[in-house]
C-alpha cells in the first residue's frame, strides 16, 4: 500500500499543477460563460439572477444573423485565399534544395514570433489615404487622386490573410514533406501526367495538412476583433467585435457570452469534422 | 546425488508473475551458480525477459522469493542490487559520450575521480574502444554501442551480468563475432552471466547452461548437450533443434523394453519404467534418422521417400509415413541416396530416441485452461 | 539509394513567387522598422534617417510601462508554464491514472478555441470574484493559453524515448532523484526549451487575451498600440517595436540553434 500512496503522490505532484490550474482558469470559466448566458442584464451593466433565454432567443434578431453571415464568410475567404496562396508556397518550400530548405521556414517562422499586432500596424501604416503605397502609386503617376484602401473589407480580409497565413503553411509544407518521392515516381511510371501526379497523387495525400491549415486558420479569424479594428473602421461588424463589444461598451455580458457560446460550437463542429480526417496531436 | 557444488549465487524460488491478469512467470525455480553462463532460452513472451527483469529489480514477483547471494532482495531497488544489466537497444544515455556513459554507475557510487578514470580507460581497452572516448552515442554502430554497454556494466564489477538479448539488433556476421567475445570476456573475468535469447544457436554454443522456457513454465535445465540430446519435454525437442516428433502408446512391455504402436508403425525401444497403455512422444534428430530397404529388427516403421534437398555437406530427405506425417532424415552428402518414391524402412539405433510422456503435458494444459489452481504443483498431481 | 529523386532546385517561376509571399510577410515589419528611423512625425514619407526616437522613447512613460509589463509578463509566464508544464508531461509520461486521456484532451481547449471565447470567460470569472485586472490576472491568462504547449511539446519529446535508458540509470545505482536529474532532465532539456520559447512567443504576440485581462495598470505594447492607432501613432512607438522586434528574434534564433546543437549532440 506504500507503494500505490507513493504514486498517488507522484500523480500529485506532476499532473496535480496543471489539473488544477485548467479547471480553476479555464473550467470554471468557462462554466461561468455557460452560466451568464442565462441571466439577465441589468441597467447598470451588471448581470441579475434571473434566469432567463432571452438572450439566446435574441440571437436569431436579423442583425444577429448579418453579423454571423458576415464573419462566417470573411473566415472562409481568408481559409480559401490563405490555401490557394499558401499551398503552391509550402510545396515550394518543400522542394527547395536541401541546403536553403531550414533557412527557408526560418524566414517564414520570423514574422510569426513578433507581435501580430504590431504587424497589422504595418500594414496600417502602409495603406492609409496618405499612407506609403498610396504615395508610391501617386508618385509613379498610375493614380492621380489617392485611394481609399484603408477601412474597407477588403483591408480586413488582407489583414487576416496576412495573420494567418503561416498558420495554413506550416501544416502544410509538414505534409508534403512527409510524402514519399518514389510515389511520384509510381505514378509516373503508371502513366500520370504532371496534372493528374497532382490531382491524384499529391493532393490526396497531402490533405491532412490542408485540413489542419485550415481549420488553424478559420477558427482564430473568427476571433481576431483586433484586425477588423484596425483595418476596417468598423464598417462591417463582425463576431468578434460584437463579443468585445457586448463586455466593453454595451455592457451586455449575458449576450456576450451566449455569442461566445456560438463560436464554441461553431469550434466543436468543425473539430468534430477535422478529427474524422486527421488527429488533435497535428494541430499543435 | 550430492555433489560438490558451486557457490549458489542467484536463486529463485517458487517466483511468480501476474501482469493484470496475465500469468507470466508459473511458479520458477532456478538456481544460478557462480561464474556459470546461463542462457534463458524461449520464444517471445515465454516470461525469460520478465524473469531477467525480476532479478534486475524492475519488477517484482507477484509471490515467490528472490535471493542474491542467499540474501532475499524482496523490496529492493535496482540501484540497491549488486546486478548489472545489458538492455536490448542498449539504452545508452545519449547525452553523455563513451567515457561519460561508462563511468555512470563509479560517479554513482561516489568513487574518487583518477579512479574512476583508471578503471574506466581498463574497460575501454578490455572492449576494444580505445581512442573512442569522446565519441556519443549517435556517432557510433550497432557493435560499438553494444560494447559501451557491456562496458558500461561490466565496470562496476557486478556479482551477476544480466543480459537482455543484447546481440538481438546486429546483423548475422557481427552477431557471430560478438558471441564471441562475450564468451571470452565472460570467462576471462569469471563473472556470472545471465543471458536471455530466443536464439537457440546462441544458446547452444556460448553457454554453460541453459533454462529453456515456454509460456511461464521453466521445460527443463541443463548443459546445451543434455538438452539437445535429452529434451524432457516435446517443447525442449521442437524448440532446441530440428526434431522429427512421432506420437504412440506403449502396447507391450517386457523386462528391459517397450514396443510403442504409432499410427504408421511399431518400434521396440530400450526403456524402462512406463506403463502399459501410456501416451508418448517419440524424438528422433533427423541425423539419427536411418533409412534402409531391408528390414530391421525391433521395428516395422515404414515410408515412402519423397523429396531429397541438398544442403552443402549433408542431404537432408524427407519420408512420407502412411498417415501422412513428414520426416526429416539427414546422410552425409557423400552417401548414396535412396530413389524418390521407394518404399524404405525407418529405424534408429539404440539410445537414439528420447521417450516423452504425454500426460504431464496434458494434464497441465488442463490446469491452464481451468483457472489455475493455486497453490498445486505438478509434483503434487503426480 | 535514390531515395531523394525529387528534383530539388530553383526554377524561375518558383523562386519569382516565394519572393512575393516573403515581400508581403516582411513589407509591414519593414515599415514598422523604416520609419523608427524616419525624422518626419508622420508615418508618411522617410525624410531622412535619425536615432532621435530610441532616445525619445525613453521620455514617454506610459510607453515604456507597456513595453515593460509585456516583457515581464512573457517571462513570468513562461517560467511558469514551463515549469507545470514539464511537470505534467513527466506525470502523464510516467503514471497510468484514471481520467488521463480526459486531461490530454483537456490539453487541447485552450489551442483549439478561440483566443476571444476564453478571454472573455476569464474576464467574466476574475470580474466576479471582484478582482480587478491587474499584472496578476494577465499572467494567470498567459499561462492558460501557453502551458498546453509546453506540456505537448515535452510530451512529444519523452515519447521519442526509450524507457530502458532510465532503467539503466537505476540499474547503474542511481536513485530516482539522480535518475531525474543525470538522465532524464538532460535528455528533454530540447523539449523543454522549445515548449518555453514557444510559451513566450504566445505571450509576446497575444492581444486578444490581453485585451481582456489586462488592467489599466498593466496594458502591454501591443495594447497600447492599439489605443493610439485611430489617433496617430508617433514614431517612437516604431522605435520600441523595432526593439521588440529585433529582441524578439535574437533570443529565438539564439534559442533555436542552442537546441538544434542539444539535439544533435543526442
Known sequence: MIKSFKKHLGILGTVGPTVLWLALFLLIPLIYVIGISFLTKNAYGGVDFTVTLSNYVSLFQSEYGKVFADSLWLSLETTVICLLVGYPFAYIIANAPKKWKPFLVLLLMLPFWTNSLIRTYGWNTLLRTEGIINHFLQWLGVIERPLEMLYTDGAVLLGMVYALLPFTVLPIHTSIEKLDPSLLEAAGDLGAGKVHVFTRVILPLTMPGIFAGSIQTFIPSLGFFFISDMMGGAKTMYIGNLIKNQFLSARNWPLGAVLSIVLIVITLILMRLYTRVGSLEDMA | MEQTRDKVIISLKDVDKSFEDERVVKRLNLEVEEGEFLTMLGPSGCGKTTTLRMIAGFEYPTSGQIFLEGVDVEGRKPNERDVNTVFQNYALFPHMNVFDNIAFGLVEKKVKKDEIRRRVEEMIKLVRLDGLEKRMPSQMSGGQKQRVAIARALVNQPKVLLLDEPLGALDLKLRKQMQVELKHLQKQLGITFIYVTHDQEEALTMSDRIAVMNRGNLEQVGTPEEIYNHPETKFVADFIGESNIIEGYIEEMDEDAIWVTMESGKARIGEKGYRLEEMVYLCVRPENLKLSTEPVEGFRFRGQVREHIFVGSINKTMIELPNGQMLKAETPAEDELIPVGTVVNVYWNSGKVVVMRTTEEQIYNVIEQSVEIEGMTNDQIF | ?266
Not at chain 3, 501557453?146 to 521519442?160: K, N, Q, Y
Not at chain 3, 505594447?221 to 529582441?247: C, F, Q, Y
Open chain 3, 1 to 266: 539509394m535514390k531515395k531523394q529523386r525529387r528534383i530539388h532546385e530553383f526554377k524561375p517561376g518558383s523562386v519569382f513567387y516565394a519572393c512575393l509571399i516573403y515581400l508581403f510577410l516582411y513589407l509591414p515589419i519593414f515599415v514598422v522598422i523604416a520609419f523608427s528611423f524616419n525624422t518626419s512625425k508622420m508615418n508618411i514619407t522617410f525624410e531622412g534617417f535619425t536615432l532621435e526616437w530610441y532616445g525619445r522613447m525613453f521620455e514617454n512613460r506610459q510607453l515604456m510601462q507597456s513595453f515593460f509589463n509585456t516583457i515581464i509578463v512573457a517571462g513570468v509566464s513562461t517560467v511558469i508554464s514551463v515549469i507545470i508544464g514539464t511537470l505534467c508531461a513527466l506525470g502523464l509520461y510516467k503514471f497510468e491514472f484514471k481520467l488521463k486521456n480526459v486531461l490530454s484532451s483537456s490539453l487541447y481547449i485552450p489551442i483549439v478555441i478561440p483566443e476571444l471565447v476564453f478571454a472573455i470567460a476569464l474576464l467574466i470569472f476574475f470580474t466576479s470574484l471582484n478582482v480587478s485586472m491587474n499584472m496578476a490576472t494577465l499572467i494567470i491568462s498567459h499561462v492558460t493559453f501557453s502551458m498546453p504547449f509546453v506540456v505537448i511539446t515535452v510530451r512529444a519529446r519523452l515519447a521519442g524515448f526509450d524507457r530502458s535508458i532510465e532503467e539503466a540509470a537505476r540499474d547503474l545505482g542511481a536513485n530516482e532523484f539522480r535518475t531525474f536529474m543525470r538522465v532524464t532532465l538532460p535528455m528533454i532539456s530540447p523539449g523543454v526549451l522549445s515548449g518555453g520559447m514557444l510559451a513566450l512567443t504566445m505571450s509576446l504576440d497575444d492581444v486578444v487575451v490581453s485585451f481582456f485581462t489586462a488592467g489599466p495598470e498593466s496594458t502591454t505594447l501591443p495594447l497600447k498600440i492599439l489605443g493610439m492607432v485611430r489617433k496617430g501613432v508617433s514614431p517612437d512607438v516604431n522605435a520600441l517595436s523595432t526593439l521588440m522586434i529585433v529582441g524578439t528574434i535574437v533570443i529565438l534564433l539564439t534559442s533555436t540553434i542552442i537546441q538544434g546543437r542539444l539535439e544533435r549532440k543526442m
